[in-house]
C-alpha cells in the first residue's frame, strides 16, 4: 500500500463551524505532513509531526490545530475559519529522517463561506 | 523569506520533442532536491529526486540537473506525452536534517498534439 488517504474529498462550512480533515497512510512513515495549497499556487508547509510529535510549526493561525494521535492518522481540526482559508488541504508522508520523498494524498477542497 | 522557483511560467512543447523545466534556488545550503507533477484536481507525485552529492540523476524519461554553482535544478523530460501535461514543482529541503521541504513556484506544461 503506497498511498496517503484523505477525507473528505471536499468541504463547505462556515466561519463558526468546526470540522476535522482526516488523514491516514500505512507505509509505515513516521513523518507527517498538512501543506496549504492555493489555487496555482505552489503547496505551503503547515506542520510536520515526527514520531507522532509536532516537529514544525510554520507559524501557522491558532484557528488551524494538528493532531497525530498514532503513527497511521493525521488530523486537521478547523475551527473559526476565515474565507481566505478555502484551499486545497493536502497530507503527506515519508519515511523518518532527512531527505526522504514525500507521498502526497490528493487533498481536501475545503470552502469557507 | 526562503524562495524556489519563478514565477508560474507555461511551457509548451510538441508532443514527442524533448522538454527541459528549469527551478531556481535560493538557499545554497539545501542538500536535497525533489521534483513532483501535479495534475488538476490531485496531489503532488513524485517524480524524481537528487541529492546535493550529485549532479546528474536519470529516471524513466527524466533527468535531473543539479548546477550548485548557480543554485539550478532542471527536469528533462525526453520523448514528451500528452499524459505528461501537467504543473511541475520542484521542491527543496531547506533546513538540512529536517523535515522542511519548501515547494518552488512551478511551471505548467502543455503538450501540443
Known amino acids: 500500500d503506497t498511498e496517503v488517504t484523505q477525507t473528505p474529498k471536499h468541504l463547505v462550512m462556515g466561519m463558526t463551524n468546526k470540522k476535522s480533515l482526516k488523514c491516514e497512510q500505512h507505509m509505515g512513515h513516521r513523518a507527517m505532513y498538512w501543506y496549504k495549497q492555493k489555487a496555482k499556487k505552489p503547496p505551503e508547509l503547515m506542520f510536520v509531526y515526527s514520531y507522532e510529535k509536532l516537529s514544525i510549526n510554520e507559524s501557522v493561525p491558532s484557528r488551524f490545530s494538528p493532531e497525530c494521535p498514532n503513527s497511521s492518522l493525521l488530523n486537521l481540526h478547523l475551527h473559526a475559519l476565515q474565507p481566505e482559508d478555502s484551499a486545497l488541504y493536502l497530507c503527506?508522508?515519508?519515511?523518518?529522517?532527512?531527505?526522504?520523498?514525500?507521498?502526497f494524498g490528493s487533498g481536501t477542497q475545503l470552502s469557507v463561506l | 523569506g526562503e524562495s524556489v522557483g519563478l514565477h508560474l511560467p507555461t511551457l509548451s512543447v510538441q508532443e514527442g520533442d524533448n522538454s527541459i523545466i528549469n527551478c531556481a534556488y535560493s538557499n545554497s545550503a539545501s542538500d536535497y532536491f525533489i521534483w513532483y507533477k501535479q495534475e488538476s484536481g490531485k496531489g503532488p507525485q513524485f517524480i524524481i529526486d537528487?541529492?546535493?552529492?550529485?549532479d546528474k540523476r536519470q529516471g524513466q524519461r527524466v533527468t535531473v540537473l543539479l548546477n550548485k554553482t548557480v543554485k539550478h535544478l532542471s527536469l528533462q523530460i525526453a520523448a514528451t506525452q500528452p499524459g505528461d501535461s501537467a504543473v511541475y514543482f520542484c521542491a527543496e529541503n531547506t533546513t538540512s536534517g529536517t523535515y522542511k521541504y519548501i515547494f518552488g513556484t512551478g511551471t505548467r506544461l502543455k503538450v501540443l498534439a
Open positions: 537528487i541529492r546535493s552529492n550529485m
Open positions: 503527506a508522508s515519508s519515511q523518518a529522517g532527512a531527505n526522504e520523498k514525500l507521498f
